[in-house]
């Protein structure tokens, strides 16, 4: 009978070797896959954050309301704060909401601020100040009542009044029509047609350069657009 042949050791060891490096290949195209699947989802987080932010703004500005000696909007060149109605509960009286950028940790983002409800004139006049505060300098009970939104580098604020827009703390536009009761700002300014939000996202996110949202009030016609 003939001698069996068995593998020698030198190809054992090309064998081994071979099989060490397609595992080393293939966990490389794992881990790659892996990292590449978290960037995707990183980066549709931020998109859908920002989406959300943005509706948000839209629903801020068409909940607002106007009552007697009560502002509905006023932008500082800050902050832009909002008297409106609680459309979640109704009975539950009205919220003071604020928007603003500030530095997070070394990097800027766009941020929210939601007074709980109120159903006095005091508490009304209370949040009111309390949102211009949290724009300014916020403590640690102001913060807990802020949403962050999305990274963001610059942003800023348009009215349109008079057909053109401009800087909202312009005067000009601010003219009250004879016979005509139109919802106010603070200091009795006139309250804008529309709202123009031009955000400058950094690059790198989901979403980077500059986008810009207008916004028209409900209630105004003559075919503007």
């Known amino acids: 009978m003939r001698k069996l042949a068995g593998f020698t050791l030198i190809e054992l060891l090309v064998a081994l ?3 060490a490096v397609m595992a ?3 966990w490389r ?5 892996v990292r590449t699947q ?3 989802r990183v980066r549709t987080d931020m998109a859908l954050t920002l989406q959300a932010g943005l509706s948000q703004w839209g629903a801020d500005l068409d ?3 106007q009552l007697p000696q009560t502002p509905a909007q006023d932008w500082d060149g800050r902050a832009l704060r909002i008297s409106r109605r609680n459309t979640a509960a109704p009975e539950g009286g009205m919220l003071v909401v604020a928007w603003t950028r500030r530095s997070l940790d070394g990097t800027g983002h766009w941020l929210r601020w939601q007074s709980p409800p109120l159903k006095t004139r005091g508490e009304l006049d209370s949040a009111w100040a309390r949102a211009a ?3 300014q300098n916020p403590g640690d009970e102001e913060r ?3 949403v962050r939104l999305a990274p963001l580098d610059q942003w800023s604020v348009f009215y349109f009044r008079g057909n053109a827009w401009s800087n909202p703390l312009s005067s000009e536009g601010n003219t009250v029509i004879p016979g005509v009761a139109p919802l106010s700002t603070t200091a009795g300014a006139v309250l804008p047609d529309g709202v123009r939000l031009v955000l400058t996202l950094p690059e790198g996110g989901a979403i980077g350069g500059q986008l810009t949202r207008d916004w028209i009030r409900p209630t105004v016609g003559g075919g503007k657009s």
């Open 17 to 19: 070797g071979v099989m």
């Open 24 to 26: 080393g290949l293939s």
């Open 29 to 33: 195209g794992l881990d790659g896959m």
């Open 38 to 40: 978290e960037q995707v």
């Open 63 to 65: 909940a607002m309301v």
């Open 133 to 135: 505060q949290w724009a």
């Open 144 to 146: 807990k009542l802020e």
